[in-house]
């Protein structure tokens, strides 16, 4: 609506935003500012004061186009309970909202310390609970969470070379309350606690043990100190693991140690294909010395037995000689003679007293020439010449033996008589 609308209903009223007149078309009864202008603040407070006592179930202050007697009588009657009730409700709203304000809940992972005007009390578990506030303070702390740390620096190592060490660290908190109270900024004192404990054991040890075999030892011997600092300290905090992420020379000189590393390298793989082959050798050569052990021994059991057989066959042949001495040697001068005449192939005949030639009889070609009869009838006439001669000799040898023998017997048969 324009602030000059025509068709005012005659009296040419102009309203405006600010008129304090009748919205409705009427003139306003009673309104001071009907004139226009800004509305008057005490009119306004007196409104506010009205609806809050209708909210309370007390009358409404009057209009002051009343009369000044309504407006005292209503002030003197209500003014002095309402003014009273209003700081009563206030604080009873400010007591609710401040009891309420100290609920809090305590997650399953977390552990609450209390802290009652800055002094701590206690630790609380997991669940709702209710403190005072502004007279206690908790403090949530995650017990179950794993937290790392890490620290890399370069550092001098026992030998006077200098390397550079990367490590980092699991830990939780054990004690909230040490974690809170003991020690300013723990994470702060995990991290210089971290470089004391590697400065003080890459100290201990050289440069090329730290790069090649000796990491392992290095990560448990900083797991050690760094957790006996902890405690020492009464930092809250449990060492999980320490785990060596990296080690390396210095830049400048990084090719070099890569040589050095290669050829360690190949060193290992040599031995490791000498230890193989020693692996593959020396199970062979194992089973060949057992093999010659049994052998020998063996050996050594057949010798002893041989041995001792031809002990018990001299006793036995002792006892036979002490017996009959001279048939004894007689016997054993024949077997003996047979046992070389049977492995020579000729034989040495003497044919008589009268006869001083020793015939040699050709034992083996007569045994050839024998089967070559029986065999091929159509042999020639000096091979069966040859032959002839041989069986009259072979005969005269057996008949001299014959009477050699018959002699032998009858000088036997004299001794025995004698």
Not at 91 to 97: C, E, F, N, P, Q
Request: hydrophobic share 30%.
């Amino acid at each position: 609506m324009a602030w000059n609308e025509p068709g005012g209903g005659g009296n040419n009223n102009q309203q405006d935003p600010w008129s304090g007149g009748d919205r409705r078309g009427g003139n306003g009864g009673g309104n001071k500012n009907q004139g226009g202008g800004p509305p008057d603040i005490d009119e306004v407070i007196r409104k506010l004061r009205n609806k809050l006592n209708g909210l309370l179930g007390r009358r409404q202050l009057r209009s002051v186009n009343n009369g000044d007697d309504d407006k005292g009588s209503n002030q003197g009657g209500g003014g002095g309970r309402s003014a009273l009730l209003l700081p009563i409700i206030v604080l009873i709203v400010g007591v609710v909202v401040w009891a309420g304000s100290g609920f809090h809940l305590i997650d399953q992972s977390e552990r609450g310390v209390v802290f009652r005007f800055g002094k701590y009390t206690n630790t609380i578990g997991p669940g709702l609970h209710w403190n005072p506030p502004l007279i206690d303070r908790v403090e949530s702390v995650n017990v179950t969470r794993i937290r790392s740390a890490s620290q890399t620096d370069s550092m001098l190592t026992r030998d006077e070379n200098i390397v550079r060490v990367s490590i980092s660290s699991q830990y939780v908190v054990s004690d909230p309350h040490a974690f809170l109270v003991n020690v300013r900024g723990p994470e702060m004192t995990l991290q210089n606690a971290m470089d004391s404990a590697l400065r003080q054991e890459v100290g201990n040890m050289d440069l090329q043990q730290i790069l090649t075999t000796g990491r392992e030892e290095l990560a448990g011997d900083i797991y050690d100190r760094l957790a006996s600092y902890l405690e020492a300290y009464g930092t809250g905090i449990r060492l999980q693991t320490v785990n060596m992420e990296s080690t390396a020379p210095p830049d400048q000189v990084q090719d070099a140690f890569d040589d050095v590393i290669r050829a360690r390298e190949e060193q290992q793989r040599t031995i490791n294909r000498a230890n193989a082959y020693r692996d593959a050798i020396l199970p062979e050569a194992e089973g060949q010395r057992q093999r010659m052990i049994e052998e020998a021994q063996g050996y050594k059991a057949a010798v002893v037995a041989d041995a001792q057989g031809d002990a018990n066959r001299f006793i036995s042949l002792l006892g036979e000689y002490e017996k009959a001495p001279g048939v004894t040697r007689q016997r054993l001068y024949l077997d003996t003679m047979t046992e070389i005449f049977s492995k020579t192939p000729k034989a040495l005949v003497d044919l008589g007293e009268g006869n001083n030639a020793i015939t040699v009889l050709p034992l083996n070609q007569m045994g050839r020439g024998d089967n070559s009869g029986n065999r091929n009838s159509d042999s020639s006439q000096s091979n069966d010449a040859e032959a002839r001669q041989l069986e009259q000799l072979s005969q005269q040898v057996v008949e001299h033996m014959k009477s050699n023998q018959k002699q032998n017997n009858g000088r036997s048969s004299l001794r025995e008589g004698r």
